[in-house]
């Protein structure tokens, strides 16, 4: 047989003319309700992002496993005795921003923090937090879901740290750059292309063939079209006009570039 949860209340009665004395027993039939509760204790518990309740002033009243790892602590008795303003944010607004978001909206949507671990170490979080209001309309609790972005913000700093690396190439090598999508026109070009006699107006969304003489545009184009194959030039001297008037020779090379699929999406010259 299936088993059920069952709510019991007893009530005594007066005894009756007769001398009798009943008690009444009432039954509720709370099953539904348990397992509900059981269902969200188990998602409370399991989830891997970290879950918390706690007062306007940072203090936790409720945490989940994943939220006790994430800030390197042992026990879930161990984190409710550290405060979310004062122990955990390294940045002390953090507080403000949840008490302008209950005022407002009454939710701080995807709000990046960092926070103290137990061991001092720092621990990028993404936030959402929802303020949980009284009748009289005060705030009463925070609620919240915290994500850990850490390896992802490292990431990401990392790869600002190689583009400013290579841009600050780009920028001092005495060549000049360009890269050109797959239309053929230029969408890129570098600093020294400026010093050079170039203005940005003039390049960028042009096709490099507007700038080299009418009799000498299928020899460019012809080497477009097999770097778009994936077949490279090097050392192809061609005549270049300046958006100053002036012109040049140049020695030009194409290489096509792949995006992570292994498909050409541009051609650096």
Not at 72 to 101: K, Q, W
Not at 209 to 234: H, K, N, Y
Not at 244 to 266: F, K
Request: net charge neutral.
């Amino acid at each position: 047989p299936t088993k059920r949860a069952w709510l019991v209340s007893t009530s005594q009665l007066s005894a009756t003319q007769s001398g009798e004395a009943r008690t009444i027993h009432v039954l509720k039939d709370v099953s539904e309700r348990r397992e509900a509760e059981r269902q969200y204790r188990e998602l409370f518990d399991n989830i891997q992002e970290g879950l918390f309740f706690c007062t306007p002033d940072g203090h936790f009243l409720v945490v989940n496993n994943a939220l006790v790892n994430m800030l390197g602590y042992r026990t879930a008795e161990e984190a409710l005795r550290v405060n979310l303003f004062l122990n955990l944010a390294v940045d002390p607004d953090f507080r403000d921003s949840c008490e302008e978001a209950a005022q407002h909206s009454g939710v701080l949507r995807n709000h990046e923090e960092v926070l103290r671990r137990k061991d001092g170490s720092w621990i990028y979080t993404l936030q959402n937090i929802l303020a949980v209001r009284d009748s009289q309309g005060r705030t009463v609790q925070y609620r919240g879901l915290m994500l850990d972005i850490t390896e992802q913000k490292s990431a990401q700093v990392q790869l600002l740290r190689e583009r400013d690396f290579n841009k600050n190439i780009l920028n001092n090598t005495q060549s000049m750059i360009l890269v050109l999508d797959t239309a053929g026109l230029i969408s890129y070009a570098n600093r020294r292309c400026f010093e050079m006699g170039f203005r940005e107006r003039d390049l960028m969304g042009s096709k490099l063939q507007e700038f080299i003489p009418a009799s000498r545009r299928g020899e460019l184009s012809d080497a477009l079209r097999s770097a778009m194959r994936g077949v490279a030039s090097d050392n192809l001297e061609l005549p270049f006009q300046r958006s100053n008037g002036t012109p040049g020779q140049y020695s030009i090379s194409l290489s096509p570039m792949r995006d992570e699929r292994g498909e050409i999406n541009s051609i650096a010259v």
